[in-house]
């Protein structure tokens, strides 16, 4: 018998619970009470009850039925679940809740959060890139240059990684200035470079062509030096 009631115990089965809503309840401004009040009402839906009584719901928790029908109702107002009526092939009308507005809150905030978060990832971008400049040039930028280097992000939207790549680029060839960065850009956009792999390999083209064109003819090749090839974005 004891068994019997064991394996009973054992069927009752599992609950469906995205893990972010146990991580994000607080954000949804909802407290334990309220959360456990919803895993209630979703195990009763799942187990084929989609209106359980706060009297059912209150059975299962450690708050009286007036407090169950305040938690509900709070719920309700903060829009994490509906009551919808509906209409059976016989025409029987019946009510149910609805958890799709939770759903869709949590959808809401994560979106919130990556924007929230990839927001602060631009703005560390760029106060890396200024700092960045300012280490190069070794003083600190002239409102010219932060100009400069705000229009470059903010009116052709280049990414900082490209900025300082072209930053890289001016050190190397010793032309370290603002307009020599800028030309680099400009040529980088023409040619429709957008990132660090794209712009490795345009160098790495663009150097092989300088070496050709200089290159001497035959006759005197043999007394030529070879000229090392430098790629700054490997170092």
């Given at each position: 018998m004891?068994?019997?009631?064991?394996?009973?115990?054992?069927q009752e089965g599992n609950i469906s619970v995205p893990g972010v809503?146990?991580?994000n309840y607080k954000d949804l401004n909802l407290n334990e009470c309220e959360l456990v009040l919803i895993l209630q009402v979703i195990s009763f839906?799942?187990?084929?009850?989609?209106?359980?009584?706060?009297v059912e719901l209150s059975s299962r928790m450690t708050?009286?039925?007036s407090e169950c029908t305040d938690q509900l109702r709070r719920l309700i107002q903060k829009g994490c679940i509906e009551i919808k009526e509906e209409i059976t092939k016989d025409g029987i009308r019946f009510e149910k809740y609805d958890i799709e507005p939770l759903w869709g809150k949590l959808i809401e905030l994560f979106l919130h959060k990556e924007k929230r978060e990839s927001q602060l990832k631009h703005q560390q971008d760029e106060t890396d890139l200024y700092t960045?400049?300012?280490?190069?040039?070794?003083?600190?930028?002239s409102p010219f240059e932060i100009e400069s280097l705000t229009l470059w992000l903010d009116d052709d939207h280049h990414d900082p990684h490209i900025i300082k790549a072209a930053l890289r680029e001016a050190v190397m060839s010793g032309k370290l200035n603002?307009?020599?960065?800028?030309?680099?850009?400009?040529?980088?956009?023409?040619?429709?470079i957008k990132t660090?792999?794209?712009?490795k390999s345009y160098g790495k083209?663009?150097?092989?062509?300088?070496?050709?064109?200089?290159?001497?003819?035959?006759?005197s090749s043999s007394q030529a030096k070879s000229v090392p090839f430098y790629n700054w974005l490997e170092q």
């Open positions: 004891a068994k019997e009631h064991l394996l009973k115990w054992l809503l146990l991580t839906i799942e187990k084929g009850n989609d209106f359980p009584t706060p708050i009286s039925v960045c400049f300012e280490r190069e040039f070794g003083r600190p930028l603002f307009r020599y960065i800028d030309r680099i850009l400009f040529e980088w956009k023409r040619n429709g660090i792999e794209q712009a083209k663009f150097r092989q062509n300088q070496q050709q064109a200089s290159r001497p003819d035959k006759e």
